[in-house]
């Protein structure tokens, strides 16, 4: 595990080395996860992900990303040649993400409608990230630039896109381990406001499983590490593809 | 303060009456406040709130609004006439609501930037919400219909989106006792999903002032009441004016 936290923070070179010293490592022990059951769950997550219909990508590169954002992510894609980190796509719907057989009853296709993190179309405006899995360390990394149309306090992210990106980062490390998931609890402590058109990286992981719920923890920091502008737990909840949203929430 | 409840109540009347038995109801004491000091800091909030300058005001109806949104909206702006309530207006930028008094040094205006909630042309796409605050209660509502840009799991809001309603509407009763605030704490339990394209009630107070820390809570039901789509904590620190937000959040 410490390995791979040494092996990320060469891989991303000096000029953007992650802070992992113990003090602050998102390189904890997942407690609760069995060695052997889980496996074929987590690799079907992984293959969901990956499976998704074809749709635009928004996770790719594009020209209103930062230098740094592009370093940053260029780095993660280098460590994905190993198979340490899978790059994990973005479409502009909820839907385009789940492939038939795990859609909920009675979920259809909604064209008209937008993933919330995904509803622009004019590139640097709102949320632009790029998420990385480390499947054996059930960590999810999310590079987030935020732009102009993300403004709370003038000049900084809104507490609310800030609550966002850490909902869709820890949201897609518990789909990692439990499939499909719902946000029962989020806390979020805000300590440094992001400045907007800053890149931050977004480091999640999985600390416990306990029947179908999954906790979860993440941090929100600069790229050099040195700045922490949040940090966050949460719970979620592993749904039942045979009973509607409604029906799972009620009988939690 | 039951009084103001059962007045809210019967304003509201029949089809659109708030849950307010003891257990759930929103009219808490506040603890914490003196009953003289913050009296004029609370009516110079609310000066504060309705001083901006000409902008589009996002608060009033449009022809998205629902019925029900509409009819909510109608009996609050009722309540309003006896200044039990005031309606509060809501622009796209962040600056926009801020008098140059109150300004924090580096701040200016950059109109290329959006209110992350406001940052849509479209109406009824995001974000169509009014806020309403009542000032002897120290509590802040917000009617709240989320578009189908705002989806998370197909049908629902995004857990995000609903962070940022509340991260807003809780932020604006902060306002209302402490000027100038920044979000520390917000932690939200969901409970329910909302439906995209319904109307829920953001129902927040404050629950504690000590020094600089305002304690509030919220929660978020259903026009009648009946669902319970959320609840939230939050903790906000008061920002002093003459320091950047950079510095406050450091020395916290």
């Known amino acids: 595990m410490w390995r791979n936290c040494v092996r990320l923070a060469k891989g991303l070179g000096r000029s953007a080395v992650l802070h992992l010293d113990p003090k602050v490592s998102r390189c904890g022990v997942v407690r609760g996860l069995s060695p052997t059951a889980p496996c074929s769950l987590l690799w079907n997550s992984v293959t969901w992900l990956s499976q998704a219909r074809q749709s635009k990508d928004y996770a790719l590169p594009n020209s209103s990303w930062s230098q740094g954002m592009m370093d940053l992510y260029n780095r993660f894609l280098e460590m994905c040649k190993d198979g340490t980190w899978k790059r994990i796509p973005s ?11 795990l859609k909920l009853a009675p979920e259809k296709e909604q064209k008209e409608t937008r993933l919330f993190s995904r509803n622009m179309d004019t590139e640097g405006l709102g949320f632009e990230y790029a998420m990385f899995l480390n499947p054996s360390e059930k960590r999810m990394v999310c590079l987030f630039q935020p732009g102009p149309y ?4 003038a000049g900084f992210a809104h507490g609310g896109s800030t609550a966002t990106i850490i909902d869709s980062t820890i949201g897609g490390c518990a789909i990692f381990v439990a499939g499909r998931v719902m946000t029962a609890n989020l806390s979020i402590n805000y ?43 949460a719970l979620f909840i592993q749904l039942n593809s045979t009973k509607s949203l409604q029906q799972q929430m009620s009988s939690q």
Chains 1, 2 share one sequence.
């Open 191 to 233: 300590r440094n406001p992001i400045p907007l058109g800053s890149v931050v990286l977004v480091d999640s992981k999985v600390d416990q499983v306990e029947g179908r719920k999954v906790f979860l923890s993440c941090q929100v920091r600069s790229i050099d590490g040195q700045t922490l502008h949040a940090e966050a737990t």
């Open 91 to 101: 479409y502009g719907n909820s839907v385009d993400h789940i492939p038939e057989s």
């Open 150 to 153: 993300l403004e709370g306090h």
